[in-house]
């Protein structure tokens, strides 16, 4: 499916998705929902045991080994119809649990999982022939893998890595974010539905009732967990990491925009609110912070203003900073640091607004403020839409400060402008997974930009945009003096 994922195009997906479900103009309301049902319906693949759980997603991996590459794929066909099919609701969701993000934009992003993760054609083998004979490489599964998921991005999370991770041939077993169990369990319960209708097995992937550090832990060491994955914050990928096992780290970043003054200043500031709002800015890729040419800033914030932003003073963008951001003291330093409130992540511009008394339509999407590099606004990750633009002398200044609030995670940046050196500089200089010219910050996860999807973009281990070969183990095989056929 060819996609321009304007503002207006993904209300048109959202309003068909929601007509084909008989939900027109409203997303579909949960009655009742818990960590094990939906409605009343149980939930496939949920335990109260972490073993369990293993124990069922290692017994579907066995299962799945007997199935060929075109059985396989017939599951992936299914589990991106099941996920358009039930985008809303998972979508609702989302919302209702965690009280982050926008069901409208939720409901575009589970479809733009199940258009855009790759699937069995991404498993690849490589052959080298030559005097000696053939020696074959191909991508072997892991096994059972073990999947740490965020609160963020949920759903669209655990049927993304699903996607990948069953085209790979593997089982999966989640320990998901604790805030987001049931929109995470619905998900799995989801891929097995679709799975065991498509003649897969009644268990492929699983989760726990109750997924708390400890479960975690359990998964961590269990001797049939032979990969672990975490799409989350810091302290979820170190310890991973930690794990003595191979693993995939998905963390956080702090996206900078740099604006020049070559640049389409009118897209720019269209592009960027775009980018910047899209789930109320939960997607780990979206627009941060702005470094904008001081001759060009005012013209930017104007058409900023024309597309839903709002600007606020500096006293009141004191204030904002009073309620979205806590002290809260560090248990391992005993020292308080100030950390984003988790009652303002995610939230809608209006209701930020509202905090400190300012009442707003809902036309406005964003709170812009001119700030100085060193305000919280710009150095925090804040994953709600609040957009901090610093004022910049030239490129030189702007790509020191833009890397400095990067702060070295290499994980997105941002950049409009028409001069190629200033790009390929910001580029190479920012080493970034993810940069994204000219454009809102969801091109660079393919919404209106080319390449396949992931909301697991694992910069510090190096998969980049992880897909089905990411969870794959090499294999070698090899033939000596037969086989060559020359
Ligand atoms: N399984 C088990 N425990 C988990 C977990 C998981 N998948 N994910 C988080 N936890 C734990 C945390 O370690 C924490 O435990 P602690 O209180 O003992 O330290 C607890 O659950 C609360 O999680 P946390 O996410 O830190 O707090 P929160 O729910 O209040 O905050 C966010 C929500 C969104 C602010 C927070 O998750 C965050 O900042 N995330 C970083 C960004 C991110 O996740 N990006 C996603 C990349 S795609």
Redesign the pocket.
């Known amino acids: 499916m060819a996609m321009n994922w304007t503002e207006a195009q993904i209300n048109q997906v959202v309003t068909s998705v929601l007509n084909q479900l008989g939900h027109a103009g409203d997303a579909p309301k949960a009655k009742t929902y818990n960590a094990t049902s939906y409605e009343g319906r149980a939930f496939v693949g949920v335990y109260s045991d972490m073993k369990d759980a293993i124990a069922a997603a290692e017994a579907g991996y066995k299962a799945i080994r007997s199935m060929s590459v075109a059985e396989r794929e017939k599951l992936i066909t299914r589990i991106r119809e099941k996920t358009r099919e039930e985008a809303a609701i998972m979508a609702y969701l989302g919302v209702a649990e965690t009280k982050m993000g926008r069901v409208d934009h939720k409901t575009a992003k589970h479809i733009l999982v199940a258009d855009k993760t790759p699937g069995t054609e991404d498993i690849t083998s490589y052959a080298k022939t030559g005097d000696f004979g053939l020696t074959l490489v191909e991508m072997a599964p892991f096994g059972v893998v073990g999947a ?6 949920p759903s669209e ?1 655990v049927i993304c890595n699903s996607m990948g991770m069953i085209a790979a041939g593997n089982g999966v077993v989640f ?5 987001a169990i049931a929109t995470s369990n619905y998900a799995v319960d989801l891929v097995n539905r679709a799975c065991y209708e498509a003649g897969g097995p009644k268990v492929l992937v699983a989760s726990v009732e109750k ?3 400890e ?2 832990d359990v998964m961590y060491k269990h001797p049939s967990i032979r990969l672990l994955v975490c ?3 810091p ?2 990928v170190k310890s991973v990491l930690s794990s003595g096992k191979k693993a995939i780290g ?3 970043g702090n996206p900078p925009v740099i604006v020049d003054d070559t640049a389409d200043i009118e897209k720019a500031g269209k592009d960027i609110i775009d980018g910047c709002t899209f789930d109320n800015n939960l997607p ?1 890729i979206a627009e941060k912070e702005v470094f904008a040419f001081a001759n060009i800033a005012d013209r930017l914030m104007a058409s900023m203003k024309q597309n839903g932003a709002y600007q606020i003073t500096s006293e009141q963008a004191e204030a904002l900073a009073k309620v979205v951001l806590v002290e809260k003291i560090n248990p391992k330093t005993g020292i308080a640091q100030k950390t ?1 409130s ?1 009652d303002a ?1 995610g939230r809608d511009a209006k209701v930020l607004l509202a905090k400190i008394g300012v009442t707003v339509g809902d036309d406005v999407r964003c709170i812009i403020c001119e700030t100085d590099f060193n305000h919280p606004f710009v150095q925090e990750e804040l ?1 709600m839409p609040i957009l901090p633009i610093v004022r910049v002398r030239d490129i030189d200044e702007a790509i020191d400060l833009a890397c400095k609030a990067e702060g070295g995670r290499r994980h997105t940046a941002h950049m409009h402008s028409k001069n190629v050196d200033h790009l390929s500089r910001f580029a190479r200089a920012v080493e970034t997974t993810i940069f994204v010219k000219n454009a809102p910050s969801y091109a660079g996860i393919g919404f209106g930009g080319e390449g396949h999807t992931t ?1 697991t ?1 694992a910069g510090p281990t190096g998969e980049g945009i992880t897909s089905a070969k990411s969870f794959t183990r090499l294999r070698r095989c090899v033939m000596v003096d037969n086989f060559r056929i020359i």
Do not use: E, K, Q
């Open positions: 740490i998921t965020p609160s963020t991005n999370t320990n998901p974010h604790p805030g997924p708390t550090l479960t975690a799409t989350g914050g302290g979820g998905a963390g956080a780990c984003i988790r992540v994953m909301f973009i």
